[in-house]
């Protein structure tokens, strides 16, 4: 079983930085991809990927983040990071980390953590 633990939330200015953490544990191996959403207040069925790292190291932003956030990973200490610069105001949510391993026989099968909340005040 994988656990996911996500750390590094809080409550910022607009323009000020925060750099999340998403430590794994238990049994990990063929890395599908790592992957950083958020879910705004108010909009509870709505999940938001934000960035995505995959196995081979290749990443993606939604438009909104590009220029600004960082995804990375420490694979020896089962660690994803998420670095965000310049944030503002919409950048507000809970934040969730999500990792996508490849299983025996080609599927997939996805871990989330359990949350940690951005603030960002005007």
């Known amino acids: 079983q994988v656990q996911l633990v996500e750390s590094g939330g809080g409550l910022v200015q607009s323009g000020g930085s925060l750099r999340l953490s998403c430590t794994a544990s238990?049994?990990?191996?063929?890395?599908?991809?790592l992957g950083w959403f958020r879910q705004a207040p108010g909009k509870q069925r709505d999940r938001e990927l934000v960035?995505?790292?995959?196995?081979?190291?290749?990443?993606n932003y939604v438009d909104s983040v590009k220029g600004r956030f960082t995804i990375s990973r420490d694979n020896d200490k089962n660690i994803g990071y998420l670095q965000m610069n310049s944030l503002k105001p919409e950048d507000t949510a809970t934040y969730y980390c999500?990792?996508?391993?490849?299983?025996?026989?080609?599927?997939?099968?996805?871990?989330w953590g359990q949350g940690t909340q951005v603030t960002v005040s005007s």
């Open positions: 999500n990792l996508v391993l490849v299983i025996s026989g080609g599927g997939h099968v996805s871990y």
């Open positions: 238990g049994r990990i191996s063929n890395i599908y991809n």
């Open positions: 960035a995505v790292i995959t196995g081979d190291g290749t990443t």
